[in-house]
């Protein structure tokens, strides 16, 4: 057996303390805004049938050609680590004919995603999203609504300067003529293109607008605008949600290259920057998608969802906000054996309640207890040796001003309780 210690797989990371608190103050962020908003949780399986991905987010984007965990199992299933949220979420809708129920159904998902990203670009491969699905509505409302979601979960977990970028990128009777006219403008600068750029020329021409490589966005000057193309639905629907969001006083612009990478957008398309990230980091994206519901094998369902980036959110909060580590309410620093026993007691009682309290070991030192309750950041220590066990009572001290007063063994709980 070889010797060797083992390390997270290139691309994974562990999430400890002390970032963990950052990131279950978001989750918990989010889980009280989307449920204010009438989101409930969704929890798809992580792994779904490759298909899932490839007919929804489509053949030609870079998840589906480059980037997808796609693996053989037992049985010899071609299965996939999900890449991405939607998909799952929209399989399980028409699974579960959760269409039956009346519209507007909202749901909310959380949880990790898999992709095979290079390494050197700062991405995870495995990452984490919360994101929340609308299904049911065409209004451009809902759009506004999850905008305004989004934005209050932002905000609301303190994140600053938000940016709003909206798009549409128009529907099945638009869209095609878009298309066309695009392949008519790059006719003459295809050598101009990436590599990448130069495939989707041929396949989905949409993406050469948001390629970020230099050249291309060189190449891309004086192109056709998405935006005066719509047709006249899509640019009503568009306009009407503009409207929504700047009655809701959410700053945005529209930004006619943001395309989205994924094959199945319809109408609307956003991201959300906040100012402190370069332009290129979104922390939160979605958009429309009137047709996946259909091509799911449901009934033809309007949908609109957003995802938002974990790790950027995170990362982001940890530069803005000041986080308080949580600290236990008291340390019981316990002298002596039977000390120790009616510690452990005591303990117990505390934390029946929910309150966090921690035990000295009663073998070692009152000095060495104290270190430990400070290294901890203990609000309030207890101490307690075989005479004050006699005589039925603790002393305590606050350890920020050293306020100092004696409890009844009996009125710990209480104490503590009046305390938290
Ligand atoms: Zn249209
Ligand atoms: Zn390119």
Redesign the pocket.
Known sequence: MSSGRYQALKGMKDIMPPDIHVWQSVERKAREVFSAFGFREIRPPIVEATGVFTRSIGENTDIVEKEMYTFEDKGGRSITLRPEGTAPVVRCYVENHLYNMPPPQKFYYAGPMFRYERPQSGRFRQFYQIGAECFGSPHPAADAEMLSMLRHFLSGVGLPNLKFQVNSI??????PAFKDSLVAFFAEKIDDLCADCRRRYGQNPLRILDCKVEGCREARKGAPRVTDH??E??RVHFEHLLLLLEKLGIPHSVNPEMVRGLDYYT?TTFEVTSENLGAQNAVAAGGRYDRLVKEFGGPETPAVGFAIGMERVVELLKAAVQYDLPRPLAFLAMLGKQAGIEGVLIADRVREKGLWVELGDAGSSLKSQMRRADRLNAQYVFIAGDDELRAGSLKWKRLSDSAEGEVAIQGVVDFLQSLS
């Open positions: 128009g529907c099945e009777n638009c869209r719509l047709c639905d899509c109408r």
